[in-house]
């Protein structure tokens, strides 16, 4: 087994993915750039996350930050005309120099759940077609098989009565079991990585924190990773290990979820905290962000945040771009981190 990456030259895309036990997916430098009527546009700027083996990464921030373009590049669900440069390696796999069957091959081992199941599900075919379509035609199974795989995999979501929700139509069941269904399609392509956008966002409460259970308890069961998009600061903490904060395109933030929370490093993750509705306190008024998010193809060079920061300064607009500095429990793109923490920890007014 080989345990460290192996040198520049290596074929990856030949070798088994059993051989490399390094992280399921790093991301190094991931500039994205789409076509919007004839015009680049940049939308995602110097993007780098890691992923471990069976690890959930959470992506916050406000609309519009590149949270769903970072996970569409990572499952290649791009729109025309988009043009991906860095680098995303997927169980070792060089994903961005993958075509045809090689990469048809490393995306099967990944699952996508977006926010609104209606609009990937083919709505004129039975649940049962749609749940056994894969495990028939990629994993060879024979259709008794299938059959018997997805019902079982059915009631593993929670749903009874598999027999006659096999032969039902998606406009027959509500969102929320609708969803149900997209985390039992998922599950059943034994991915490594599943990667859910939003997933329970339509949904109503109750709901969603089911769904939310669902998905966390089966894919912690099965081992598999998690990239779970989501605006809610709450919710990531309460289902991935870290949270990764993004701004404008960029990677503002990137800690463990708990820490995050009592001790963030950069003012973007501080006001993005301070404008969650207060459970204790529901009547509370909400510390709004002042301004609104902007495009990566709208940010200065400098800070991207800076136009709506409580604490930019004239150094910060002095400087070029600011790197994203790493240690070893945290990530911060931003200049006055160190001297900033104990005043967004709220130790000092
Ligand atoms: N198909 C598209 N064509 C052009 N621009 C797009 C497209 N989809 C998203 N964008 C732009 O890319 C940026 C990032 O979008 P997205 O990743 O969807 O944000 P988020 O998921 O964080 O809300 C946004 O400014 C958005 O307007
Ligand atoms: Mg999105």
Redesign the pocket.
């Known amino acids: 087994m080989i345990t460290s990456v192996p040198h520049a030259g290596v074929n990856l895309a030949t070798r088994s993915p059993l051989e490399y036990s390094g992280p399921l997916v790093e991301v190094d430098g991931l500039n994205?750039t789409?076509?919007?009527n004839g015009a680049k546009?940049q939308?995602?700027r110097d993007v780098s996350l890691t992923i471990e083996r069976g690890e959930a990464l959470a992506?916050v921030?406000?609309?519009?930050?590149?949270?769903?373009?970072?996970?569409?590049t990572i499952a290649q669900l791009?729109?025309d005309r988009?043009t991906a440069t860095g680098t995303i390696r997927f169980d070792g796999h060089d994903l961005l120099g993958l075509r045809g069957e090689s990469l048809r091959r490393v995306r099967s081992e990944m699952a996508v759940i977006f926010q609104d199941p209606r609009a990937y599900i083919n709505p004129v075919r039975r649940i049962g077609d749609f749940l056994t379509e894969q495990l028939r035609t990629v994993g060879h199974v024979d259709r008794q098989q299938a059959t018997q795989r997805a019902q079982q995999m059915l009631s593993e979501v929670g749903i009874t009565d598999t027999a006659r929700r096999m032969r039902q139509y998606p406009g027959d069941l509500s969102g929320g079991m609708l969803q149900r269904v997209m985390i039992a399609a998922a599950l059943l392509g034994e991915p490594k990585l599943i990667l859910a956008?939003?997933p329970t966002t339509a949904l109503d409460v109750t709901t969603q924190s089911e769904v939310m259970a669902i998905l966390d308890e089966l894919r912690h069961a099965a081992g598999v990773a998690l990239l779970f998009?989501t605006?809610d600061l709450d919710l990531a903490a309460a289902v991935c290990d870290r949270t990764t904060v993004?701004y404008a395109?960029q990677i503002v933030e990137s800690q463990e979820s708990v820490a995050l929370h009592h001790d963030p490093r950069h003012p973007y993750t501080a006001a993005l905290a301070a404008a969650r509705p207060d459970l204790e306190r529901p009547k509370s008024r909400l510390a709004a962000i002042p301004g609104h998010?902007?495009?990566?193809?709208e940010a200065a060079d400098t800070c991207a945040f800076g136009p709506r920061c409580p604490f930019q300064q004239s150094s910060c607009t002095a400087s070029g771009p600011v790197p994203l500095t790493i240690e070893s429990s945290y990530a911060v793109r931003c200049l006055r981190a160190d001297e900033l923490g104990p005043r967004l920890r709220g130790d000092v007014e």
């Open positions: 994205l789409l076509e919007v546009r939308v995602l992506l921030g406000e609309s519009g930050a590149g949270k769903s373009m970072t996970a569409r791009l729109p988009a956008d939003e998009i605006h993004m395109g998010p902007i495009g990566a193809w």
